[in-house]
């Protein structure tokens, strides 16, 4: 095609690559029907390759110089950057839902991160579009990051099964804001230093994070996690405890101040 003509053969294999298999991930979620524990994150993967389509018919179409083609790339981008927000609160959920207390907790922190990162969006749109765009996937990213950090973390402190598989996923999202973030803030710095190589490793990570996805999610059915059951106070009073006293507190206390019901046992 007539597009591909000024692509760097290097380049146009690793974006062949990162098209394949976000394909190939998606068509394995919905034949395992995986897509009911993972809504949004296949919702994300397809997204992913409708801006691939779109993209690849605009600058056929309109060509790399046009303006409206710079005007609809960058709204897919944003388009894309949200809904991989979405994915990831996706995972929080899997990991926290069933704590309604500490959920509410991280619902409203993630709601917060998300209108600063709008907001500044909004006064970067001031300067260029693209400015606006790439200063939400700054904002939005460096949430992704530090919420799954926080996540894991979390977890481990109170002692919370996570899957293999949904460590992988989160692990993957993870790493790969982390490089968005180096990205979108060493560009515009390292571009006239290393010129294509900068892009290679960005098209090289996604791949990356493809793989670990396709792993994590290769089989039907997740590897089941014995979750801690959670019981009234006064229960601790009189049996041993089954499960973790401190997540069980920090929950009934959010759960009030949030006034959400708690999970009856």
């Known amino acids: 095609m007539l597009v591909f003509a000024g692509i760097p053969t290097f380049a146009l294999a690793l974006w062949g690559a990162a098209t ?4 190939i991930l998606l068509v394995r979620i919905i034949e395992l029907h995986r897509y009911r524990e993972y809504p949004r994150f296949s919702l994300y993967l397809a997204i992913n390759l409708l801006q691939t389509v779109l993209g690849v018919a605009l600058y056929q179409v309109y060509g790399f110089a046009s303006a409206f083609t710079y005007r609809i790339a960058w709204t897919s981008q944003a ?26 907790l991280a619902t409203r922190i993630l709601a917060f991160c998300g209108l600063v990162s709008f907001g500044l969006a909004l006064y970067a749109g001031r300067v260029s579009y693209q400015s606006s765009v790439t ?12 919420g799954l950090a926080g996540l894991f973390l979390f977890a ?27 990205n979108d803030l060493l560009y515009e710095h390292l571009a006239g230093a290393f010129g294509n190589a900068w892009n290679y490793g960005g ?15 290769r089989k039907p059915v997740a590897i089941p996690i014995h979750e801690p059951q959670l019981r009234p106070a006064t229960v601790y009073a009189r049996l041993i405890p089954q499960v973790n006293e401190r997540l069980v507190a920090l929950n009934e206390q959010l759960a009030q101040i949030w006034q959400v019901e708690s999970p009856k046992s």
Do not use: Q
């Open 20 to 23: 394949l298999l976000t394909l």
């Open 79 to 104: 388009v894309v950057v949200v809904a991989r927000a979405l994915a990831v609160t996706e995972v929080g959920y899997l990991v926290l839902g069933k704590y309604k207390g500490v959920w509410a």
């Open 135 to 146: 200063t939400l996937e700054i904002g939005l990213e460096a949430c992704m990051a530090t």
């Open 156 to 182: 481990r402190y109170y002692r919370i099964g996570i899957s293999p598989e949904l460590a992988l996923v989160g692990v993957g999202f993870g790493l790969f804001s982390c490089f968005r973030i180096l």
């Open 203 to 217: 098209s090289a990570a996604f791949v990356a994070v493809m793989l670990v996805w396709i792993w994590a999610l």
